[in-house]
């Protein structure tokens, strides 16, 4: 992602817009056609496997990633994601909203809104 496409979405992106993890792993699921949800909460197991993979994310960390999903930790294996990749130093607080990802996203690249 460029930082220009960063800004714009800063800029437009209203705050509040999203729902929370737990709001979008519970309810609304997913039609064809629509492009909402949580990829870990309503991917298929191979779909999953393919875009970890394309993200650059080792073979180990895509096994650890699906057996937190097939254990229905989504925004465990959300977190675990992001630490893998966005190569952080540790552990990181659970994310619990698409927002805090996206912070801490800008905040990794050293980015301020």
């Known amino acids: 992602m460029t930082e220009e496409l960063i800004l714009i ?5 209203p705050k509040n ?4 993890c737990v709001k ?3 309810s609304n699921a997913p039609g064809p056609g629509d492009h909402h949800g949580c990829p870990f909460r309503h991917f298929s197991a191979d779909n999953l496997k393919a875009s970890l ?16 999903v097939n254990g ?3 925004q465990i294996a959300c ?4 630490e893998l990749t966005h190569k952080t130093q540790g552990q ?3 994310i619990d909203h698409p ?4 912070d801490l996203s800008l905040k990794s690249m050293n980015i301020s809104k």
């Open 9 to 13: 979405l800063i800029f437009f992106f």
């Open 17 to 20: 817009f999203l729902n929370s």
């Open 24 to 26: 979008i792993i519970t």
């Open 53 to 68: 993979s394309s993200q650059g994310v080792p073979s180990s960390g895509i096994q650890e990633i699906i057996d937190l």
């Open 72 to 74: 229905h930790h989504y």
């Open 79 to 82: 977190t675990r994601h992001f």
């Open 92 to 94: 990181i607080d659970t």
């Open 99 to 102: 927002n805090q990802y996206f």
